[in-house]
């Protein structure tokens, strides 16, 4: 397929809902959401797009309970450890987007180690957004530029991209969101400014190969014209 965008995010969102209209409690919808977290991110690198970024955990996240958190956190953890072997088999390189505060030491190490051990991969980058806000990120980009002396008078939009998270990472052309939701909810802020938008109704874990497949095609027939 031609035409193809450089960059996916997709919203992860149903998780709850899903396992609500199975009769199951919320751990086991977002079970079912790592198990299509793994599908999605892979399959989508595998059919040409080089990034594909997912919303796994946001700042506002904390405020769930503590059981459910714990839960969210084993289950990152389990991508990064126990099925790092899928992304390596494939030769995906994995990467962490967001703030580190309030992260375990379990977690930061489990981070740390799958960077480092697919750092040299180069079919394709997944980048998960753990922590992550998209304010938060433009509001640490700023504190960076404050702290590396920039003036007030060198400060422009290329610049600043240059000190958002993973800044070689290209912008969004297409954000995903399931679950029926339509808003971005502090999601790739900076990068979504020519995001193509496309808002899908089943949840999360519900997300097939099939779905990868209609994705692409929707984007392939979108006409993008940054403004002009």
Not at 26 to 45: D, Q, R, S
Not at 112 to 126: P, V, W
Not at 152 to 164: D, I, K
């Amino acid at each position: 397929m031609s035409d193809l965008p450089t960059h996916i995010g997709y919203i992860i969102d149903g998780n709850r809902r899903w396992a609500q209209a199975q009769g199951l409690p919320a751990k086991a919808g977002h079970t079912a959401g790592y198990e299509a977290l793994k599908t999605v991110l892979i399959e989508t690198l595998e059919r040409g797009v080089p990034y594909v970024s997912a919303y796994v955990f946001s700042t506002e996240n904390w405020k769930r309970s503590k059981a459910e958190v714990q839960w969210l956190m084993a289950l990152l953890v389990r991508v990064l450890r126990e099925d790092l072997h899928l992304f390596m088999e494939k030769n995906i390189r994995i990467r962490v987007l967001g703030s580190r505060d309030k992260l375990s030491r379990v977690v930061l190490r489990a981070i740390d180690e799958a960077e480092s051990k697919t750092a040299h991969l180069t079919g394709g980058q997944a980048l998960i957004c753990l922590n992550y806000g998209g304010q938060l990120e433009i509001s640490d980009a700023v504190k960076k530029m404050i702290e590396a002396g920039v003036a007030a008078n060198e400060v422009t939009p290329e610049l600043v991209g240059e000190y958002v998270y993973a800044p070689d990472v290209p912008a969004c052309d297409l954000i995903v969101r399931t679950s029926g939701e339509q808003r971005l909810s502090n999601f790739m802020l900076w990068r979504s400014a020519y995001s193509e938008l496309l808002f899908v109704d089943k949840p999360w874990p519900s997300m097939t190969n099939d779905d990868i497949t209609a994705i692409l095609e929707q984007y392939v027939r979108r006409k993008r014209r940054f403004g002009g």
